[in-house]
């Protein structure tokens, strides 16, 4: 498989392990909050829900140790999150100029996390970038069917007046793959939580360890610049 990057004018972003490094991080914060609610959960109790969106990352963890989920465990451990995530997260180099210069290229960019908008404020400002920066922000809030349904894709490129078939999906995880290619459109898997053997598998047409690897694949749209092959 891969991308057929003449057919993209449109790039569609997740947070969490594309934009910056912080599925552990959440772990941590889930393990953090609900032991204050009676339950001893462990890292690879969440590898099952990553990219779901946190009702499902942490209800789903409560439950296997038959405790009752509550919203306020996901507040909670929205609160340890962005208490830690500047200090703690680790950021990826050149994430905003690398956004940036898709802008200047011609690209339509939007951010599509199925995180609640709390935590996606947490992380932007981590990144030190804001929400216009984006021509589409969609979070877990502005759809009732989160990952692996394709709702949150197809919402952002409505919002960013494209056809699906024009964009491509940056995703780090099974679930967010899977809602990608039942949206209609193409995705990279970024290897920052699972092997590039996993994402292939799930139906990402390409995998690479980060974003960057948009700047040798897409030309300026209005521009001549020649395109760069990658393997």
């Known amino acids: 498989m891969s991308l057929n990057e003449k057919v993209i004018r449109g790039i569609i972003f997740d947070m969490d392990g594309v934009l910056i490094n912080s599925e552990q991080l959440m772990s ?5 909050a609900l032991r204050e609610f009676g339950v001893e959960a462990q890292p690879q109790d969440f590898i099952p829900y990553m990219g779901q969106g946190e009702n ?4 789903n963890v409560a439950r296997k140790y038959n405790v009752e989920y509550q919203y306020a465990m996901k507040y909670r451990a929205y609160e340890i999150y962005d208490e830690l995530v500047c200090t703690e997260a680790e950021l990826f180099p050149h994430i905003k100029e690398t956004l940036n210069e898709l802008r200047k290229r011609g690209y339509r960019i939007s951010l ?3 995180a609640d908008l709390m935590k996606v404020t947490s992380n932007i400002k981590a990144i030190e970038m804001e929400e216009e920066d984006f021509n589409a922000f969609v979070t877990g809030n502005d759809v009732t069917r989160n990952k692996p349904e394709p709702d949150i894709f197809l919402l952002a490129a409505e919002r960013m007046k494209l056809n699906p078939a024009y964009c ?3 995703e780090d995880t099974i679930s967010g793959i899977k809602a990608a290619k039942s949206a209609g459109m193409q995705c990279l898997g970024i290897t920052s939580s699972l092997q590039s053997e996993v994402l292939k598998n ?5 995998t690479s360890e980060s974003i960057h690897v948009l700047l040798e694949l897409l030309a300026p749209l209005r521009g001549t610049t ?3 092959k990658v393997v």
């Open 28 to 32: 941590k914060s889930a393990i953090l």
């Open 56 to 59: 499902s990352f942490l209800g």
């Open 112 to 114: 599509a996390s199925g």
């Open 168 to 170: 491509l999906v940056c």
């Open 202 to 206: 799930s139906g990402a047409d390409m």
């Open 226 to 228: 020649n395109r760069r």
